[in-house]
Nanobody, 124 residues
Framework: QVQLVESGGGLVQAGGSLRLSCAVS????????MGWFRQAPGKEREFVAT????????VYADSVKGRFTISRDNAKNTVYLQMNSLKPEDTAVYYC?????????????????WGQGTQVTVSS
């Protein structure tokens, strides 16, 4: 049973920073491409960032490029999302996802495993 558990969400003022973590258990984490997605109220889920198994390849949504950084620590079975210069439009539930492939991917439907989500709220 694969489990993904996100943490690190919360309430922050615009311009502030948060670091999300996603702990993965139940499989060999180092072989999985990982992604972060988010869903705001009344909106569809959208891609945020993805990282390959080695961390050598990363892709970001245009809306977060230059502000967010995805990284991973395979020794700790954990993927991170460092979020800086946060804006009110970043407010959403953030989900971590893992796929049965080592490569980064922006399409959500290729991810087989999802966490329960963590709320990020950015006040203006």
């Amino acid at each position: 049973q694969v489990q993904l558990v996100e943490s690190g969400g919360g309430l922050v003022q615009a311009g502030g920073s948060l670091r999300l973590s996603c702990a993965v258990s139940g499989r060999t984490f180092s072989r999985n491409g990982m992604g972060w997605f988010r869903q705001a109220p009344g909106k569809e889920r959208e891609f945020v960032a993805t990282i390959s198994w080695s961390g050598g390849s990363t892709v970001y949504a245009d809306s977060v490029k230059g502000r967010f950084t995805i990284s991973r620590d395979n020794a700790k079975n954990t993927v991170y999302l460092q979020m800086n210069s946060l804006k009110p439009e970043d407010t959403a539930v953030y989900y971590c996802a893992a796929r049965d492939s080592p490569w980064a991917e922006v399409k959500g439907y290729v991810y087989a495993y999802w966490g329960q989500g963590t709320q990020v709220t950015v006040s203006s």
